[in-house]
C-alpha cells in the first residue's frame, strides 16, 4: 500500500463527521435497494440476475460483432462513430470539432467515463469552458473534486458546505435550504444549456441493432444537455453494448433497484442520430465516442474479463464495508469501491496501486448484490496473486514468502503445530489482559504484529486448546 492511498484512508477514518454522511448516505440507498428487490416486490430477481449476466458474457464475447453492427445502424441514422484508444484521442477529437465548428461552451451529463478521461481539465486546459449540470457533479466542479460515488457523486458534502461553496463560488446569499440551493443551480446551469455549443453525455447502455445510445438520469440535465445544443457527442466505453432493444427490459429493471431503489429512474432516453425532417429538437450533429482505454486488454484474460460487465449502479460500494469506513476519495482513482478495486488495477496496471486488491474483507456482499453477478471476491483474489507475482519478479516480499513456507510446513506437521500451540498459551498473560501482546518484549514485537495491533487487540489464548478439549470430551 502507497504512503498516499494509506494517508487518505487514515484521513477519512479521523473525520468522524464524514463518517457519519458515507454511513448514512450508503445505509439509505443499502435499505432503498432491500426493499426494492425483496421477494413480494420483484419474485424473479435472482432470474433477471441470471439473464443479464447471460447478456453481458454474450456481448463481451462477441464484442467485435456488436460494434459493428451499432456502427452501421448509427451511421445509417446519420451519426458517426468515432474510436478512441485512450484519454488523449477523446480530447483530441472534441478539441478538433470545437475548433471546426467554433465552439467555445461545453456542457456535460454525468458521465464517469469522460471523468475516467480528465475531460474537462483537458478541455479548460484549451480555454474551452465545460460545465457539469448535474447536480451533484456541478457541486464537485466547482469544488475542484472528484466524485465520491459513482451514482452519488456528492455524497460527502453536507447542505451547509454546499451553501459555502455556492456563496464564494457563485457570489450568491448563503442558503442552507437544500430545495433553494437546487433552485440556484438550476437558475445557473439553465443559462448555460441555451448558450452551449456542444453537449456531452456519457451512456448508460449502447444497443447494437438500432444504434441508440440510452441514457436514465432523474434530473432532466441529460435530456437538455444532448438535445438543446446543435452537437450532441456521447462518451461511452465499448463495454456498454448489448444487442438488442428488448435485453433494455432486464438491465432497466435491475439498474434503478440497484443503485437507488427506483422501480424506474425518472427519464430514461433513447437516442440515435441527429435532428431528422420536420424534427422541433434535438442536435444537428450526433458522435459516439466509444473508448478503449484498457478495456481490450481485458477480453484476453476469460477469468477477468467479467469486470466489464458492470452497469455502474453502486451497490457494491453501498454493502461494502470498506468503501464505507474509508470514502470515495481514499480510492487512487475515479472508481472507487468494489468495483474500482478489480478494474483500476486491470486498466492502468497491478503496480499503480499494489495495495489496491488487497483493501477488502472478502466478505462478498459486493458478489451478493451485483445485479449483474460479477465474481467481485474471486477476480480480487486473482489480482493479490498478479501482485504477488510481480513483487516476486522484482525481488520483494521474501520475508513474507518465507514465513508463509514455514507456516505451510507448520501446519503439515500436527504434532508441531499442538506444541507451538502449548508453549504459546503457556507464556499467555492471564485472560483479563487483552492487549497482552503489546507487552511482548519488542524483540519478539515483529513488524506485522505491530501492524495488525495498530488496529485491533489479538485476544488471548484460552486455557486448553481445541485439541486438549476434544481428548477430553
Known amino acids: 500500500m502507497s504512503v498516499v492511498f494509506d494517508e487518505k484512508i487514515h484521513q477519512t477514518l479521523d473525520d468522524s463527521k464524514l463518517q457519519l454522511a458515507i454511513y448514512t448516505a450508503t445505509g439509505r440507498l443499502m435499505e432503498k435497494r432491500r426493499e426494492a428487490v425483496a421477494a413480494g416486490i420483484l419474485p424473479d430477481y435472482q432470474e433477471l440476475r441470471t439473464q443479464a449476466n447471460d447478456l453481458k458474457k454474450h456481448t463481451i464475447e462477441n464484442l467485435d460483432y456488436y460494434l459493428e453492427q451499432f456502427e452501421a445502424n448509427v451511421t445509417a441514422h446519420g451519426g458517426k462513430v468515432v474510436y478512441c484508444k485512450d484519454a488523449t484521442e477523446v480530447a483530441d477529437f472534441v478539441l478538433s470539432l470545437a475548433r471546426e465548428r467554433g465552439a467555445g461552451l461545453i456542457v456535460k451529463s454525468k458521465s ?4 475516467e478521461v480528465d475531460l474537462n481539465e483537458r478541455l479548460e486546459h484549451h480555454h474551452l469552458e465545460s460545465v457539469e449540470t448535474d447536480l451533484g ?25 454546499v451553501a459555502d461553496l455556492f456563496t464564494e463560488k457563485l457570489g450568491v446569499p448563503n442558503e442552507t435550504v437544500i430545495e433553494k440551493q437546487t433552485m440556484i443551480a438550476r437558475g445557473v446551469l439553465r443559462q448555460k444549456f441555451l448558450a452551449a455549443d456542444i453537449g456531452i ?15 436514465v438520469e432523474n434530473e432532466g440535465n441529460a435530456r437538455l444537455t444532448t438535445s438543446a445544443p446543435k452537437i450532441h457527442v456521447a462518451v461511452a466505453g465499448l463495454e456498454k453494448m448489448i444487442p438488442r432493444a428488448q435485453d433494455l427490459a432486464v438491465f432497466l429493471k435491475l439498474l434503478g433497484r440497484s443503485a ?8 430514461t432516453s433513447f437516442l440515435s442520430g441527429p435532428r431528422r425532417g420536420e424534427e422541433i429538437d434535438g442536435p444537428d450533429e450526433f ?21 466489464l460487465y458492470c452497469i455502474r449502479c453502486g451497490a457494491c460500494l453501498n454493502h ?14 475515479v472508481y472507487s469501491g468494489p468495483i474500482g478495486a478489480i478494474i483500476t488495477p486491470q486498466f492502468l496496471g497491478v503496480t499503480h496501486e499494489p495495495g489496491l486488491p488487497f483493501a477488502s474483507s472478502l466478505c462478498g456482499a459486493c458478489a451478493e448484490v451485483c445485479p449483474v453477478k460479477i465474481d467481485i471476491p474471486q477476480v480480487l483474489l486473482d489480482l493479490r496473486s498478479e501482485v504477488k507475482k510481480t513483487e516476486a519478479r522484482e525481488g520483494h516480499g521474501k520475508l513474507e514468502r518465507l514465513a508463509f513456507r514455514i507456516w505451510a510446513w507448520i501446519m503439515r506437521h500436527p504434532g508441531i503445530y499442538e506444541m507451538l500451540g502449548a508453549m504459546a498459551a503457556s507464556v499467555a498473560p492471564p485472560a483479563e489482559n487483552a492487549g497482552w501482546l503489546r507487552d511482548v518484549p519488542a524483540a519478539f514485537n515483529l513488524p506485522p504484529v505491530r501492524a495488525w495491533l495498530s488496529q485491533r487487540d489479538l485476544p488471548p489464548p484460552p486455557a486448553r486448546s481445541f485439541r486438549q478439549m476434544w481428548r477430553r470430551r
Not at 478503449?292 to 469486470?307: C, E, F, H, P
Open 137 to 161: 457533479e456541478y457541486i464537485l466542479q466547482l469544488a475542484h473534486e472528484r466524485p465520491y460515488h459513482i451514482v452519488a457523486p456528492a455524497l460527502h458534502k453536507t447542505r451547509y458546505q
Open 260 to 267: 437507488t431503489g427506483q422501480e424506474l429512474t425518472v427519464y
Open 201 to 215: 453525455s456519457g451512456a448508460n447502455f449502447l444497443v447494437a441493432d438500432s444504434g441508440a445510445v440510452v441514457l
Open 287 to 307: 458522435y459516439v465516442v466509444l473508448l478503449d482505454n484498457g478495456r481490450t486488454r481485458l477480453l484476453a484474460d476469460r477469468d477477468k474479463r467479467q469486470s
Open 112 to 115: 464517469m467515463t469522460t471523468e
Open 320 to 333: 461494502c464495508p470498506v468503501y464505507r469506513k474509508i470514502g470515495g476519495h481514499s480510492f487512487p482513482w
